[in-house]
């Protein structure tokens, strides 16, 4: 999923405030699940730009609404009655979000109110790991399903760098070494061979690196 915080409310407020009703819209997927811009966060962020508003002595129109996924034009349509009525959009989408919207609703501003930060999974509750940097030729197979694009702070691709200690990264020790990682997982499946196959450097031209992406699927389209 991709993982994103919540700006703070005054860089929220300097980029809205220019408005007289803004609709706030918050994302139940992604966003959701890390607790950024779902249902309840969507409510608490409307909560408070209003309490913030009032003690300015002001009083814009606030309004909230919630899209199961505001990536998707299916459910983007869902809040047209209620957009014409606002003069701007606050999305608690991720970037993906606020940029279909603004193709969606091409006269409004759209304005986020997250910042995206990753792709990754919930390791715990309250604990979010970024574990994919979305290089485009999946590697995982030789690795035990750990990545060590995104979790070697080195991105090596054939063995540790030797610096770890106790299992933690010599750059990042609050984070685990990913090759400690692969290691365990390999020996725990019996698969340490598969550190003898050399594994060439990454080629970033699949990544972003190579330009902005698209996915065109003729058998998907209409
Ligand atoms: S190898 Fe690439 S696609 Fe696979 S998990 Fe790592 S970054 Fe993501
Ligand atoms: S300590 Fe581990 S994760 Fe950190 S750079 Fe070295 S091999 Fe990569």
């Known amino acids: 999923m991709i993982v994103a915080t919540l700006k703070e409310i005054d860089e929220i407020r300097k980029m809205i405030d220019r408005y007289d009703s803004v609709l706030v819209v918050g994302c139940d997927s992604c966003v959701a699940e890390c607790a950024a811009g779902g249902s309840r966060e969507t409510m608490l962020l409307a909560s408070a730009l ?53 193709r969606v609703y091409r006269d409004k501003p759209v304005i986020p109110a997250l910042n995206t930060l990753f792709i990754g999974e919930t390791q715990s509750r309250g604990v979010w790991q970024e574990n994919c940097l979305g290089c485009g030729n999946c590697k995982l197979g030789f690795f035990g399903a750990v990545c060590p694009v995104a979790r070697c702070s080195k991105k090596l691709m054939n063995g540790p760098c030797g610096g770890s200690k106790g299992g933690r990264c010599e750059v990042h020790p609050e984070i685990s070494c990913g090759w400690d990682l692969i290691i365990r997982r390999l020996d725990a499946l019996g698969e340490l061979d598969r ?23 003729e058998d998907q389209q209409p």
């Open 50 to 102: 209003k309490l913030s508003y009032m003690k300015d002595h002001q009083n814009p129109t606030i309004t909230e609404a919630v899209l199961d996924r505001q990536c998707v034009d299916d459910f983007i349509d869902q809040i047209a009655n209620q957009v014409p009525d606002h003069e701007a959009i606050l999305s608690l989408g991720c970037g993906a979000g606020v940029q279909a919207l603004a």
């Open 195 to 217: 550190l003898t196959e050399y594994v060439p450097p990454v080629d970033w031209s699949t990544s972003h690196s190579g330009g902005p992406r698209k996915v065109i699927r």
